[in-house]
């Protein structure tokens, strides 16, 4: 098969087509003829050399895809309710830029009635990552209010839906005004512009002073002091990615008077009984709401496989909203 692989560390043109072998499905897993694969800041990560392939792994970027279960582990099928045929979208641990791919059984999930295999393969990484994030670790309860930074990225666009379906207060912030715009059409209650407004001064502000519940925080760096300075009593912390730096210093201060919690996660290493389990929660919790349309998935643009480094080159300059797909024919 040709397949998209990282010939080197480097720029986006250090991603090529070149021939692998058709993977093989082992034990509890099954092998899909993918249709299309989501793009994710992770695959960025990993072509520069920064996000180390787990043991066991392909090599090859990308971390979702969607398609047909052509081959596979019978019994694991059975038990999860899946057999040879079936549309699914699964999360992976690599190895997704490729017309086959291997997932475990646990990681599928039907493909969601109405929608196309682009719209199936942007899922699983901000639906996983989401909700074990901003459900399980952050605890996000209806009524309350979740901050997100990033919001039209492929993660924030996921959230702020999410979030709002589950009966929560939503604000989110993003670079420019027409992202702030875009964010409050997918249903965000308010839209802070970080580049001309002080996201912690007015996180205050449309909270008259209480502060926000929790944040979903893929910034780190200096931005950690001022959401400490902006959560309520109780409030949580949850830092997924480090894209403004690896050391921060708050005030410890607010942390014990305050009782808030910091927390942070990457799902790429965890175990497949970890997967498995966020993959269940979906499946009762948010599938029926993208079946009837209440989350739907936001797709910036399409890609053929031999055009990934241009897609990577999009993801850099975040001047997208959504996510990004390559199809395959």
């Known amino acids: 098969m040709q397949a998209v692989e990282i010939a080197q560390y480097g720029a986006p043109e250090v991603l090529r087509l070149a021939e692998r072998p058709v993977p093989q499905a082992g034990a509890g897993e099954v092998l899909i003829r993918v249709a299309a694969s989501g793009v994710n800041r992770p695959d960025v990560l990993q072509r520069k050399g ?24 019978a019994a694991a099928m059975a038990e999860a309710g899946l057999k040879l045929g079936d549309r699914v979208c699964a999360l992976v641990a690599g190895g997704g830029y490729a017309p086959w791919c291997v997932a475990p059984v646990g990681q599928c999930l039907p493909v969601p009635a109405g929608l196309d295999d682009v719209a199936a393969a942007s899922l699983p990484e901000t639906f996983f990552t989401v909700w074990s994030n901003v459900f399980d670790r952050g605890r996000l309860q209806a009524g309350e209010t979740l901050l997100i930074q990033g919001g039209t990225s492929g993660i924030g666009v996921t959230a702020i839906q999410m979030a709002k379906a589950m009966g929560a207060r939503v604000i989110a ?43 979903l925080d893929m910034v780190a760096g200096d931005y950690v002091a001022r959401e400490v300075s902006s959560l309520a009593e109780d409030g949580r912390l949850v830092i997924i990615a480090v894209q403004g730096g690896v050391q921060a210093g708050f005030d410890a201060g607010l942390v014990l008077r305050r009782r808030l919690t910091i927390t942070g996660s990457t799902l790429r290493p965890r175990p497949v009984a970890f997967k498995a389990a966020i993959a269940s929660a979906l499946r009762s919790r948010v599938w029926p709401l993208l079946e009837s349309g209440a989350i739907r998935p936001v797709i910036h643009q399409v890609f053929a496989p031999g055009e990934a480094a241009q897609a990577h080159a999009l993801m850099e300059s975040n001047t997208h909203i959504g996510k990004l797909v390559i199809r395959w024919a």
């Open 173 to 215: 912030t993003a670079g420019s005004d027409e992202k702030c715009a875009a964010c409050l059409t997918l249903g965000a209650d308010h839209a802070i512009n970080y580049r001309t407004q002080d996201f912690a001064a007015v996180a205050r502000e449309l909270t008259n002073g209480r502060g926000v519940d929790v944040i």
């Open 50 to 73: 920064l996000y180390p392939v787990p043991p066991g792994a392909s090599d090859l970027p990308g971390l979702e895809v969607a398609g047909v279960i052509e081959s596979g582990d």
